[in-house]
């Protein structure tokens, strides 16, 4: 059976269980795959994705380093094989002018492939059994703007309705991710309480994006219904629960959705207030305690 070559689309922490994810994509097709990890294990994939600099070398790039030293390169990372609930993984090495195959966990064959800048793969009968597709981004824009929000919960629903009416008072025929944030900061929910937990001021943020979007009058383009950084924001919510494993869209993938969407402003004010995807997760964490 192929191999289908992956990447990394990202690590999360499932807000059911407070357990680490890894969330694999297809390169180049539209299936993802979550697999379940150690906490030890996800830290030690993230810090090499992030460039965070570390004063002793972890196990795997010790490992790595080993393998060089000893005149072997490492050539990629495969997940071969799913039994039960478990996955099966190995690295692939030469060595001695030999292909070598080494039998290890998925999270160890990743961490050692993005410190070795290796292509992951993963069976194409594994990612049959366990891969999800998530919805098209134009579909979900088109859904939101007619209104069939059933995915999202009723406290979601709260949040983009009175995103709307804050673009009412400000007369503005678009709704943008700053006024989708002032709605989300202004309402008792747990993306607010997270937003205050991690340092914010939610009352500077609604002023600052109040006078910001009171002298520009086509934020993120403008025009009429939702803006393009809206509907990303969107489809990046929904993408945060689905893969999380949540039957609905709650504000905390509302907010999610606000970071990570590259254009809006929203994302800006977010960072600027010191508030990051990590931060909302740990936070997440922390709250569900």
Same mark, same amino acid.
């Given at each position: 059976?192929?191999?289908?070559?992956?990447?990394?689309?990202?690590?999360?922490?499932?807000?059911?269980? +407070?357990?680490?994810?890894?969330?694999?994509?297809?390169?180049?097709?539209?299936?993802?795959?979550?697999?379940?990890?150690?906490?030890?294990?996800a830290d030690a994939i993230a810090v090499k994705i992030e460039g965070v600099p570390l004063t002793r070398p972890l196990t795997?790039?010790?490992?790595?380093? &080993?393998?060089?030293?000893?005149?072997?390169?490492?050539q990629s990372a495969v997940i071969d094989k799913l039994e039960g609930d478990t996955f099966y993984a190995k690295v692939i090495?030469?060595? +001695?002018?030999?292909?070598?195959? $080494?039998?290890? %966990?998925?999270?160890?064959?990743?961490?050692? #492939?993005?410190?070795?800048?290796?292509?992951?793969?993963?069976?194409?009968?594994?990612?049959?059994?366990?891969?999800?597709?998530?919805?098209?981004?134009?579909?979900?824009?088109?859904?939101?703007?007619?209104?069939?929000?059933?995915?999202?919960?009723? /406290? #979601?629903?709260?949040?983009? &309705?009175?995103?709307?009416?804050? /673009?009412?008072?400000?007369?503005?025929?678009?709704?943008?991710?700053?006024?989708?944030?002032?709605?989300? &900061?202004?309402?008792? +929910?747990? #993306?607010?309480? $997270?937003?205050?937990? /991690?340092?914010?001021?939610?009352? %500077?943020?609604?002023?600052?994006?109040? &006078?910001?979007?009171?002298?520009?009058?086509?934020?993120?383009?403008?025009?009429?219904?939702?803006?393009?950084?809206?509907?990303? #924001?969107? %489809? $990046?919510?929904?993408?945060?629960?689905?893969?999380?494993?949540?039957?609905?869209?709650?504000?905390?993938?509302?907010?999610?959705?606000?970071?990570?969407?590259?254009?809006?402003?929203?994302?800006?004010?977010?960072?600027?207030?010191?508030?990051?995807?990590? $931060?909302?997760?740990?936070?997440?964490? %922390?709250?569900?305690?």
């Open positions: 059976m192929a191999n289908i070559e992956m990447v990394i689309d990202g690590i999360r922490i499932s807000l059911m269980n +407070n357990q680490r994810v890894v969330i694999l994509k297809e390169k180049e097709g539209a299936r993802y795959l979550p697999i379940w990890i150690g906490p030890a294990e795997h790039d010790f490992t790595c380093a &080993a393998i060089s030293t000893l005149g072997g390169s490492l090495l030469h060595a +001695n002018k030999e292909q070598k195959e $080494i039998d290890c %966990r998925p999270s160890d064959a990743i961490a050692m #492939a993005v410190r070795g800048a290796v292509p992951i793969f993963v069976d194409e009968e594994v990612l049959k059994k366990a891969s999800i597709v998530l919805p098209e981004a134009e579909s979900i824009g088109q859904r939101a703007d007619k209104g069939h929000l059933d995915i999202f919960s009723k /406290a #979601a629903q709260d949040v983009l &309705a009175a995103s709307e009416a804050e /673009a009412s008072r400000l007369h503005h025929d678009y709704v943008s991710t700053g006024h989708l944030l002032m709605a989300l &900061a202004k309402k008792n +929910n747990t #993306a607010s309480n $997270i937003m205050k937990s /991690a340092g914010a001021n939610l009352g %500077r943020i609604e002023k600052d994006l109040t &006078a910001f979007l009171k002298k520009e009058h086509a934020v993120e383009g403008g025009g009429d219904g939702l803006t393009p950084a809206v509907k990303e #924001a969107i %489809r $990046i919510s929904i993408d945060e629960a689905k893969k999380l494993g949540s039957d609905e869209v709650l504000p905390e993938h509302v907010l999610l959705g606000l970071i990570r969407a590259s254009d809006g402003i929203a994302a800006n004010q977010l960072k600027s207030s010191g508030i990051t995807p990590e $931060i909302v997760y740990a936070e997440l964490v %922390r709250l569900r305690r």
